[in-house]
């Protein structure tokens, strides 16, 4: 019972901190073309994001004649389940779940993500939305090979798929002082994996037709809106866990944890969108044989420090 209550209060705070995340990053862009943002509701337009939610699913839910009805209303609410169970691997000393698997669950979950766009994309039964799907489904399949290859020379490091061991290691040196590329490289990926500036494909305005809004409204646009940004959120909390000390327990994780979600924001501000081709040849042709041979030096720095220590 008491799992299943924390679990909830978990849950509950990510919602909420995804609700402000949009708040920041509309401020912070607003701030950066020069503007106000959010300003007119209550004291600095703080209750923005929850008079949004109330209007979004309030708002009549419009869906294709010619659409796979139940494939097309389910992929949005399994789109943000995958993105909250994720959070469910966030290691806790106490009563929630403190897996030992917990990357191995990370790397689960996060691939079953592709799932779900892929079926939003096809179950419009409309061509633009599937060519739309195709591309991001290519994208998140790129990103995921170099992201698990990055994430392998961290628990190499390690030799632990528990991810309380990174605070433990961590304790003395940050791992983005030994692994300064690998750690850029990594968040870089992030940022595509999420689907964000300047890798948001999914939500090409400029050459597609503004993204999940050419077929969602109201609450299946919430939804998936939602799960972006609670994946943004998580992104962030696994970028400050793996490279940058980790101290969960520490009032410093959480200032980490805003400052990396802030990064994201920024970088939206500030980088043009990418060319498709270019974003393509980055994975495959640069990060994938980066990554390996940063992967195949860890193994080997890992084995002749045991044979010293042998």
């Known amino acids: 019972m008491l799992i299943f209550l924390s679990m909830l209060i978990l849950l509950i705070c990510v919602l909420v901190g995804v609700a402000f995340l949009t708040l920041l990053e509309r401020k912070v862009l607003g701030y950066i073309q020069i503007r106000k943002g959010p300003n007119k509701v209550g004291f600095m337009g703080i209750p923005q994001p ?3 939610a109330i209007k979004l699913f309030s708002k009549e839910s419009i ?9 097309y209303y389910c992929s949005p609410i399994f789109n943000l389940f995958l993105a909250l169970l994720l959070w469910l691997c966030m290691p806790f000393l106490t009563v929630l779940f403190n897996f030992n698997m917990g990357f191995m669950f990370f790397l689960c979950v996060s691939s079953l993500s592709v799932y779900t766009v892929m079926i939003a994309g096809w179950s419009s039964n409309s061509n633009y939305s599937l ?5 991001s489904v290519a994208q998140t399949i790129s990103y995921e090979v170099s992201l698990a290859l990055i994430l392998l020379s961290f628990l190499f490091l390690t030799l632990s798929l528990n991810m309380l061991m990174f605070m433990k290691y961590q304790n003395l040196i940050w791992f983005i002082f030994l692994m300064f590329p690998l750690s850029m490289i990594w968040f870089v990926s992030s940022l595509a994996e999420t689907n964000r500036t300047p890798f948001d494909f999914a939500e090409g305005e400029s050459e597609l037709v503004s993204g999940f809004n050419v077929e969602y409204s109201s609450g299946g646009f919430a939804l998936i809106f939602l799960a972006e940004y609670a994946s943004i959120l998580f992104m962030s909390m696994m970028c400050v866990l793996l490279f940058m000390g980790s101290d969960i327990y520490s009032w410093m994780f959480f200032v980490k944890l805003s400052f990396m979600s802030f990064l994201w924001v920024w970088v939206r501000g500030t980088l043009p969108r990418f060319r498709y081709d270019k974003l393509m040849y980055l994975a495959w042709k640069s990060f994938l044989p980066v990554s390996l041979n940063y992967l195949f030096f860890y193994i080997g720095l890992k084995l002749f420090i045991f044979s010293l220590m042998i």
């Open 50 to 52: 929850f008079s949004d």
């Open 63 to 71: 869906y294709p004649l010619m659409s796979n009805f139940n494939f």
């Open 131 to 135: 060519l739309g799907g195709l591309r």
